[in-house]
């Protein structure tokens, strides 16, 4: 018997039993490794179209132009030794940062899960980390920064060690030939794809976003400025990726899902908050580029409910309202896929001209 799929506009005919066997041998994890590339059928329908989006949204760090920022860095009297500091902290942690998700997806996430459709969307997830620290190397060569200034504000500061801290203890556990089969290995990798995803990328990265922005909205870095607003958009997509990564693995293995391990993840939820805020605290002059430390912190709060909402957990701060509006509409969660202008737009009308031409997805 012949089947007849349909993926957007394209239409494929497979054998009716075999697709059938490659369908129920689909699984976030424990389903069928296989060296093919079997994305048909697809199962995981919302990873392909995500890979689709993500594609669609590609940018290059160097069709940014850097002549500006140059300039502003070069004058003495332009900007203030704290703005500048804000510029090295930014580089230097976004620099380890990135690092550190992408081998987390490509060496623990990648390897655990087992649908193709899942590795392909984890992929070009990894290369976006890759497009990211590209930008800050970048960034870095534009200005004449001296990359192991940067490096050293990543090693040296507590506040910095302690929220890598939290990240890398929930990879290490991961690091072994693990039977993910058992609950327990089910519930670390979980906590990964929890803390990678919502606390780490979808909240302690706005802290420092909240500080870059702030200088861009004063018009000070335009082209460090639109290389984090990509960023964001790029990240904003890696929460919506993880975030449906978890809610297919829990649904795949409801075990998992018990009122205990629900406060365990709030609770990994509140560390990242308590490190981010002490982390702003100790390192962000919040008030050089013009903002309340106050409204800073509620910030926090209120991105990690969101996050909490958004993987069906009850919130930390249910009474916390978004204080800074024009903060979360230049970087935020729900964002207007032409909110940006330039060259990047261009490739992404191209290519999503081409989606619409021929896979309406
Ligand atoms: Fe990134
Ligand atoms: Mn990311």
Request: aromatic share 10%; glycine share 6%.
């Amino acid at each position: 018997m012949q089947k007849t799929f349909q993926v957007g506009a394209k239409t494929f005919v497979l054998d009716e039993a075999k697709a059938e066997a490659a369908f129920a041998a689909k699984r976030v994890i424990n389903g069928r490794q296989t060296m093919c590339f079997n994305l048909l059928p697809l199962k995981y329908q919302w990873a392909y179209d995500l890979y689709r989006k993500m594609k669609a949204n590609h940018w290059e760090p160097e069709d940014i132009p850097m002549g500006k920022d140059i300039e502003q860095w070069r004058d003495e009297k332009a900007l203030s030794e704290v703005e500048r500091w804000i510029i090295r902290m930014g580089i230097g942690y976004f620099s380890a940062a990135e690092g550190i998700v992408g081998d987390n997806i490509q060496h623990v996430v990648r390897e655990l899960v087992t649908a193709p459709e899942l590795k392909l969307v984890l992929g070009r997830h990894a290369h976006e980390e890759n497009i990211h620290a590209d930008s800050l190397l970048y960034m870095i060569a534009s200005l004449g920064i001296n990359p192991h200034e940067c490096e050293a504000m990543f090693e040296d500061v507590p506040t910095i060690v302690r929220k890598n801290e939290f990240v890398t203890r929930v990879s290490r556990s991961l690091r072994r030939d693990l039977d993910m089969t058992q609950i327990e290995n089910k519930k670390l990798l979980a906590k990964n794809i929890f803390v990678f995803g919502q606390c780490m990328e979808g909240t302690q990265f706005y802290g420092l976003f909240g500080m870059v922005l702030s200088l861009y909205r004063q018009n000070k870095f335009p082209g460090i400025g639109q290389m984090f607003r990509y960023t964001l958009r790029d990240e904003s997509n890696h929460i919506e990726v993880f975030r449906n990564l978890f809610m297919d693995l829990v649904e795949e293995n409801r075990e998992i899902w018990t009122a205990e391990f629900k406060e365990e993840l709030r609770d990994l939820m509140q560390e990242a908050i308590t490190l981010e805020k002490e982390f702003i605290r100790d390192c962000l002059p919040v008030n050089a580029v013009g903002l309340r430390l106050e409204d800073f912190l509620t910030y926090i709060d209120y991105i990690a409910d969101r996050r909490l909402e958004g993987v069906g957990l009850a919130l930390l701060n249910p009474s916390a309202k978004n204080p800074l509006p024009w903060l979360a509409e230049m970087m935020d969660i729900k964002k207007e896929q032409n909110f940006f202008e330039g060259r990047v737009t261009e490739y992404q009308k191209a290519s999503s001209l081409n989606v619409a031409a021929d896979d309406e997805l």
